[in-house]
């Protein structure tokens, strides 16, 4: 028996003669989200790949000198798009997860609408259907990995700038 | 004595290391900021060269075939066989 034929069965309305069996069903499958969600959102200990801001690294507020307020950083396990693949995400701190969190969204949005076929058209703007056209129309996996490729270069140039700013600035 | 060249695996994943490493550098003031730049750069354009050939495969799996093109001493020949 597959674990997606016990999930049906769990949810099958109509069966009123196991519903012990299938609230068991049911407690199991939540327990076993509750354990995956915190397994995704584990603090690893570990550094971002693209800052290098660790766990304990604390930040002083930039755009407020004066405050005590201090960031920390914690780099989360698994980013968004890898999922399904745990093993191949990169490490990432707070902000940059969130940017490519960010980029990720909108280029699946951009996938699903230009692969949509028109039977599917009026789903586009329906929540409830969003997990159905993700399954249908989502970014494969080597474009998750070339928008991702895209992302870092972008934020490389940008480091870059800032690293020759501030030598330009020791130089004046 | 020759020091040994890394080769960078030749997938998006190798790519991704490779920006890894330089981002590694960079921060560790091991690599200078024209460096990662042109790095950077370099990476932009393979990326979309692989945009533009996974693109053309999609054209070529719905049907749609390409005029083969030729770049000779000559100029450019339209429907060249190479």
């Given at each position: 028996?597959?674990?997606?034929?016990?999930?049906n069965?769990?949810l099958n309305?109509?069966?009123?003669?196991?519903?012990e069996?299938?609230?068991?069903?049911?407690?199991?499958?939540e327990?076993?989200e509750k354990?995956?969600k915190?397994?995704l959102?584990?603090?690893?200990g570990?550094?971002?790949?693209i800052?290098?801001?660790?766990v304990?690294?604390k930040?002083?507020?930039p755009?407020?000198?004066?405050s005590?307020?201090?960031?920390?950083?914690?780099?989360?396990?698994?980013?968004?798009?890898?999922?399904?693949?745990?093993?191949?995400?990169p490490?990432?701190?707070?902000s940059h997860?969130?940017?490519w969190?960010?980029?990720?969204?909108?280029k699946?949005?951009?996938?699903?609408?230009?692969?949509?076929?028109?039977d599917?058209?009026?789903k586009?703007s329906?929540?409830?259907?969003?997990e159905?056209m993700?399954?249908k129309?989502?970014?494969?996996d080597?474009?998750?990995?070339?928008n991702?490729?895209?992302?870092?270069a972008k934020?490389?140039?940008?480091?870059?700038?800032?690293k020759?700013?501030?030598?330009?600035?020791?130089?004046? | 004595?020759?020091?040994?060249m890394?080769?960078?695996e030749?997938t998006?994943?190798?790519?991704?290391?490779?920006?890894?490493e330089?981002?590694?550098?960079?921060?560790?003031?091991?690599?200078?900021?024209?460096?990662a730049?042109?790095?950077?750069?370099l990476?932009v354009q393979?990326?979309?060269?692989?945009?533009?050939?996974?693109?053309?495969?999609?054209f070529?799996?719905?049907?749609?075939?390409f005029?083969?093109?030729?770049?000779?001493?000559?100029?450019l020949?339209?429907?060249a066989?190479?």
């Open positions: 028996m597959s674990f997606n034929s016990a999930i069965f769990a309305d109509k069966s009123t003669l196991y519903t069996v299938q609230k068991n069903i049911l407690s199991l499958i327990e076993i354990i995956y915190k397994h959102h584990r603090n690893t570990e550094h971002c790949d800052c290098g801001k660790g304990f690294t930040e002083i507020m755009k407020n000198q004066n005590n307020v201090t960031f920390t950083y914690l780099p989360r396990n698994v980013i968004v798009g890898y999922e399904h693949r745990p093993s191949d995400s490490i990432l701190c707070f997860s969130c940017g969190n960010k980029v990720f969204k909108d699946q949005r951009q996938h699903i609408f230009d692969n949509c076929i028109d599917d058209q009026w586009l329906k929540f409830d259907y969003e159905e993700i399954q129309y989502g970014l494969p080597e474009k998750i990995d070339l991702f490729a895209m992302y870092l934020r490389l140039l940008q480091l870059s700038r800032e020759r700013k501030e030598n330009d600035g020791r130089r004046n | 004595m020759k020091s040994k890394k080769k960078t030749q998006s994943a190798g790519l991704c290391e490779a920006l890894f330089e981002f590694d550098l960079l921060r560790n003031d091991l690599s200078d900021a024209h460096r730049s042109s790095i950077a750069k990476a393979i990326i979309n060269t692989k945009k533009l050939e996974i693109e053309a495969a999609a070529h799996k719905a049907g749609l075939r005029i083969p093109l030729a770049l000779t001493s000559k100029g020949q339209i429907g066989e190479s």
